[in-house]
């Protein structure tokens, strides 16, 4: 069993920055592809980025191109999600998760995700 924590969140104004992080207990981790998904009240979960596990393929969704960045270090062990020009409506609770299936690319199905952290509140004030 692997346990998978993210890290990061808090409460920002809109048009601020936040970088979670998104770490795990084993380092199995680091052959992993790592999504990032976020839920907000009364919503679905959603994908909102994705990277396969050596770093060089992304996905980023169309709701937060171009504000949103996702990386992962060169040890392939922490994986970031860089958050910039903060919305409200981008409050919600922001999970990481890391599918073993995955062994090429990413995916952007949550059903593919076998580890999932606790989740981070991320809440942005108008």
């Known amino acids: 069993q692997m346990h998978v924590a993210e890290s990061g969140g808090g409460l920002v104004q809109q048009g601020g920055s936040l970088r979670l992080a998104c770490e795990a207990s084993?380092?199995?981790?680091?052959?992993?592809?790592v999504g990032w998904f976020r839920q907000a009240p009364g919503k679905e979960r959603e994908i909102v980025a994705a990277?396969?596990?050596?770093?060089?393929?992304?996905y980023v969704a169309d709701a937060v191109k171009g504000r949103f960045t996702v990386s992962r270090t060169t040890n392939k062990v922490t994986v970031f999600l860089q958050m910039n020009s903060l919305k409200p409506e981008d409050t919600a609770v922001y999970y990481c998760?890391?599918?073993?299936?995955?062994?090429?690319?990413?995916?952007?199905?949550?059903?593919?995700?076998?580890?999932w952290g606790q989740g981070t509140q991320v809440t942005v004030s108008s």
């Open positions: 998760a890391a599918a073993p299936k995955v062994t090429t690319g990413y995916s952007t199905s949550d059903t593919e995700y076998d580890y």
């Open positions: 084993r380092h199995t981790f680091s052959r992993y592809a």
């Open positions: 990277i396969n596990w050596s770093g060089v393929t992304k």
